[in-house]
């Protein structure tokens, strides 16, 4: 099972298509829905809660194999949006078996049997956007030198999510001033620091800086791409 196309963005009233599609021999039922989406500020994503924002035609569906079936998004939530708001469309495959012969369920017991598919679930991010201009603004809030690690801290202030890959930190401590690269290998690839939100960040520490002791730093950010 898999979602056409990318990222989502919407405006009020405005009407999104996305198309699933069945890749399995067997037909498969499934369910869409929008949830919220939030970051702790230690990274961890949380889509756990639904939302009313959304129209969804068809939420529910079957699909035979290989077939495809258009959906309509459509935002009928709040106006007066002074910032973006970040969604995640859920695709759950619903655990409905078509055939007639038991099939193992997900579970921690080993010896547990049934006649129902294991759940999939496939997931795209979608951004709800106010009628005026958004940017990211991202600024470092605060830097602590550990033994061995640098603690970094961020936050979006700005009214768009801002996709980080790489950054650098001017870092003063006395008379000893250090150009730290951060790069992607040390983001774990990169993250999603959605608007208003903030992230916790923990790097190798440069040798020259002393652990424990004041530091003056300046972020210098880069583009997403």
Known sequence: MSLSGDTIFLQRAKT????ITNSKDYPVAIEVSLRERLHSKEGEEDFSNSSDDFIIIPPQMVLEPYQQQVVLVRYTGKESLTKEKAYRVVVDRLPVNFSKEPILLKSSSPSIV???RIAYQ??????VHPKHKVNPIIRLKKVRANPDTLDIHLENEGTAHQIIRRFTLYL????????LHITPDDLSGGFNLLAGQTRYITVKKPKKIKANRSIRA???MYSSK
């Open 172 to 179: 003063k401590q006395g008379q000893e001033a250090v150009k």
């Open 16 to 19: 999104q298509t996305l198309t």
């Open 218 to 220: 300046k972020l210098e």
């Open 114 to 116: 049934g006649s129902i």
């Open 122 to 127: 496939a997931v795209q991010s979608l951004y």
